[in-house]
């Protein structure tokens, strides 16, 4: 089981950037995709971006891509949403995600999510 903690949230202009990190403990394996998901008021929770932990191989959703960076620094088990460009489409709940296996919803673990506020 994996343990993760979300940090970085708060409220920013439009155009400001923000960074979020995820803190993973317990047991994290070679084979785990580690995932950002938002969650905006009254909408679904929706992918954002992901990497995985040993090759580091990115993927974005089509609405980010160019303006959030995703990373991660295996030697302090945490992974981070770099977020730049903002918009006032991006405030939402931003989760930290974690999956063994190819589905999030059944083999994933998911972290408590940062509020992310961005003003027009």
């Known amino acids: 089981q994996v343990q993760l903690v979300e940090s970085g949230g708060g409220l920013v202009q439009a155009g400001g950037s923000l960074r979020l990190s995820c803190a993973a403990s317990?047991?994290?394996?070679?084979?785990?995709?580690m995932g950002w998901f938002r969650r905006a008021p009254g909408k679904q929770r929706e992918f954002v971006a992901s990497?995985?932990?040993?090759?580091?191989?990115?993927n974005y959703a089509d609405f980010v891509k160019g303006r959030f960076t995703i990373s991660r620094d295996n030697a302090k088990n945490t992974v981070y949403l770099q977020m730049n460009s903002l918009k006032s489409e991006d405030t939402a709940v931003y989760y930290c995600?974690?999956?063994?296996?190819?589905?999030?919803?059944?083999?994933?673990?998911w972290g408590q999510g940062t509020q992310v506020t961005v003003s027009s």
């Open positions: 995600a974690a999956r063994y296996g190819s589905s999030w919803v059944t083999t994933g673990s």
């Open positions: 317990g047991r994290i394996f070679s084979s785990y995709v």
């Open positions: 990497i995985t932990w040993t090759g580091g191989t990115t």
